[in-house]
């Protein structure tokens, strides 16, 4: 297992962050930790990467204890953490050589990396560019390079994509999608947009209030609760309110609704129950104009777990002010 995490607590005075997480994840594995706002995500992502021990509990990376081999775990990880940290007063090739120091590398080594990782980021040609003259999305893909600068196993993201515009976002994730299989990297990330879940991750568990509700694939996850797809048939030549009866008949039709000429039909599997309904209507003398199928999504797995949904915009604004970048005096 490239990350053993066992029972894990985190109190933090009278407010229990972490409440017994346990989690495995296997080398090679792109895993996301999906939650809202204080589901204790940064906390978890905080243990993993030795800044703070936990009050109960372990967590091993590539077999290093985050508590007895601090120094070790360090050597196996990158980190991007969840508030933007590269420094605004240097270049990205600066920022690149200071963090390959830390690491020890060689002068030689050090350039041969830097230069490699700020292609692959898309950052070569702004490379002796303050920083502070970058956008959030180049901010980020610098970190991103930062934290694989000495050929880590296990890249650690917290929250990669927040605040940023839609296009940036989709930048990143081919970024990670690119590293994990040029590196054979072990990826975790957390994450409150479903999308990014979704589209980046094998394996996703959803933590709120410091406790994991679910965890398996995506396609697990929507296996485990009653599938329900929602079908939209726009209709001509016949009643609403008649075609509607008519769809309510088919079994696999839990509610049907009439909006003007429009049936909103909740059917457990809306890709196989169009054909069905719209040889139905055709029977009653109804065309079907339009169809759209919406089909279930990974918020649905969240609202069935969590019983609420996760208000993505509500979270970004919240999560600046409270990412884990802010200093401890203001109460981190
Ligand atoms: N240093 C701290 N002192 C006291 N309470 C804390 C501290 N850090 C976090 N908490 C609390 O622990 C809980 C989990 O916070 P955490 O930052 O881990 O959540 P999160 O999932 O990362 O949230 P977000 O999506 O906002 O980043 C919250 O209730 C938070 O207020
Ligand atoms: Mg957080």
Same mark, same amino acid.
């Given at each position: 297992?490239?990350?053993?995490?066992?029972?894990?607590?985190?109190?933090? #005075?009278?407010?229990?962050?972490?409440?017994?997480?346990?989690?495995?994840?296997?080398?090679?594995?792109?895993?996301?930790?999906?939650?809202?706002?204080?589901?204790?995500?940064?906390?978890?992502?905080?243990?993993?990467?030795?800044?703070? *021990?936990?009050?109960?509990?372990?967590?091993?990376?590539? #077999?290093?204890?985050?508590?007895?081999? *601090?120094?070790?775990?360090?050597?196996?990880?990158? +980190?991007?953490?969840?508030?933007?940290?590269?420094?605004?007063?240097?270049?990205? =090739?600066?920022?690149?050589?200071?963090?390959?120091?830390?690491?020890?590398?060689?002068? &030689?080594? =050090?350039?041969?990396?830097?230069?490699?990782?700020?292609?692959?980021?898309?950052?070569?040609? *702004?490379?002796?560019?303050?920083?502070?003259?970058?956008?959030?999305?180049?901010? =980020?893909?610098?970190?991103?390079?930062?934290?694989?600068?000495?050929?880590?196993? +296990?890249?650690?993201?917290?929250?990669?994509?927040?605040?940023?515009?839609?296009?940036?976002?989709?930048?990143?994730?081919?970024?990670?999608?690119?590293?994990?299989? &040029?590196?054979?990297?072990?990826?975790?990330?957390?994450?409150?947009?479903?999308?990014?879940?979704?589209?980046?991750?094998?394996?996703? &568990?959803?933590?709120?209030?410091?406790?994991?509700? &679910?965890?398996?694939?995506?396609? #697990?996850?929507? =296996?485990?609760?009653?599938?329900?797809?929602? %079908?939209?048939?726009?209709?001509?030549?016949?009643?609403?309110?008649?075609?509607?009866?008519?769809?309510?008949?088919?079994?696999?039709?839990?509610?049907?609704?009439?909006?003007?000429?429009?049936?909103?039909?909740?059917?457990?599997?809306?890709?196989?129950?169009?054909?069905?309904? %719209?040889?139905?209507?055709? #029977?009653?003398?109804?065309?079907?104009?339009?169809?759209?199928?919406?089909?279930?999504?990974?918020?649905?797995?969240?609202?069935?777990?969590?019983?609420?949904?996760?208000?993505?915009?509500?979270?970004?604004?919240?999560?600046?002010?409270?990412?884990?970048?802010?200093?401890?005096?203001?109460?981190?």
């Amino acid at each position: 297992m490239a990350i053993e995490i066992s029972d894990l607590v985190k109190v933090y #005075g009278n407010v229990t962050a972490l409440q017994g997480v346990t989690i495995s994840i296997p080398e090679g594995d792109f895993f996301g930790l999906l939650g809202p706002n204080g589901a204790g995500k940064t906390t978890l992502i905080r243990i993993l990467t030795t800044l703070i *021990r936990p009050t109960q509990g372990s967590a091993r990376i590539m #077999g290093c204890d985050v508590v007895e081999d *601090r120094a070790l775990v360090r050597t196996k990880i990158g +980190v991007v953490p969840q508030a933007m940290t590269s420094d605004l007063d240097l270049t990205a =090739r600066e920022t690149m050589d200071i963090y390959a120091r830390f690491y020890g590398m060689g002068r &030689a080594e =050090r350039t041969e990396r830097s230069e490699e990782l700020l292609t692959m980021v898309g950052l070569k040609d *702004r490379r002796d560019d303050l920083v502070a003259t970058y956008s959030g999305g180049m901010r =980020r893909r610098l970190e991103i390079a930062r934290g694989l600068v000495h050929k880590p196993s +296990v890249l650690i993201l917290d929250e990669p994509t927040i605040g940023l515009d839609p296009q940036s976002r989709h930048v990143v994730w081919e970024l990670l999608e690119k590293f994990r299989g &040029a590196d054979k990297l072990t990826i975790l990330l957390t994450t409150h947009y479903m999308e990014e879940a979704e589209t980046l991750c094998d394996h996703v &568990a959803i933590i709120d209030y410091g406790r994991i509700a &679910a965890l398996d694939t995506v396609d #697990g996850l929507k =296996r485990q609760i009653p599938r329900k797809d929602v %079908v939209e048939l726009t209709i001509s030549g016949c009643d609403a309110s008649k075609a509607a009866d008519l769809i309510k008949t088919n079994p696999s039709v839990t509610s049907c609704a009439v909006q003007g000429d429009t049936l909103i039909i909740s059917a457990e599997n809306g890709a196989n129950a169009i054909p069905v309904f %719209v040889e139905g209507l055709k #029977g009653i003398g109804a065309g079907v104009t339009k169809v759209i199928l919406k089909q279930q999504t990974l918020e649905d797995v969240f609202i069935h777990f969590t019983g609420r949904p996760i208000r993505e915009e509500e979270a970004k604004k919240v999560s600046f002010l409270l990412g884990a970048g802010v200093p401890t005096k203001w109460g981190r």
